[in-house]
């Protein structure tokens, strides 16, 4: 479930991709992700620049964290997804914003899929359930 670049797909804003995706990553610890990784892939990846994969503890959670992406983005960028897979379930959602893909997961998913290794020679940063996205060194401007 990783989408390809093609020359249909553009972003709506001229918002940076570090913006939306501190907003995201804010998004996301409203909600309560958990293990939350950023995964700045521009350079391993022609697929996006930034990845954040959280895991949820249930579908019900996943779906409060995916509304949870979709809002602020859409509030305060005027971001919307180019694309979106994975809600009829929710064990793992794929929010594709062109250069930022968010994917929710449920434990066991994330760990049989194991992006994390998939995209290993990225830099990486975790985001502590204590801090804020302005706190995350890959997505400082």
């Known amino acids: 479930m990783v989408p390809a670049r093609t020359d249909d797909k553009k972003r709506l ?5 570090k913006q939306i995706a501190r907003l ?18 521009a350079g391993v990846s022609g ?6 994969l959280v895991t949820g ?8 964290i995916v509304e949870s992406v ?4 859409k509030q305060e960028a005027g971001e919307r997804p180019w694309h979106v897979e994975g809600t009829d379930h929710h064990h793992w959602v794929l929010m594709d914003y062109v250069d930022l893909v968010v994917h929710v997961f449920l434990a066991e998913k994330r760990e049989f899929y ?11 940063e975790e985001v502590d359930d204590l ?3 302005a706190d995350v060194a890959l997505l400082a401007d």
């Open 13 to 17: 804003t001229s918002a940076s991709t």
């Open 131 to 133: 801090l804020q996205a």
């Open 70 to 73: 979709r809002i602020k983005l």
């Open 114 to 124: 194991e992006l994390e290794r998939l995209w290993g020679d990225a830099p990486r």
């Open 24 to 41: 995201a990553v804010d998004a996301i610890l409203e909600k309560k992700g958990k293990d939350i990784l950023v995964l700045d892939v």
């Open 47 to 52: 697929v996006a620049d930034v990845f954040i």
């Open 57 to 64: 503890d249930s579908e019900l959670q996943n779906r409060a």
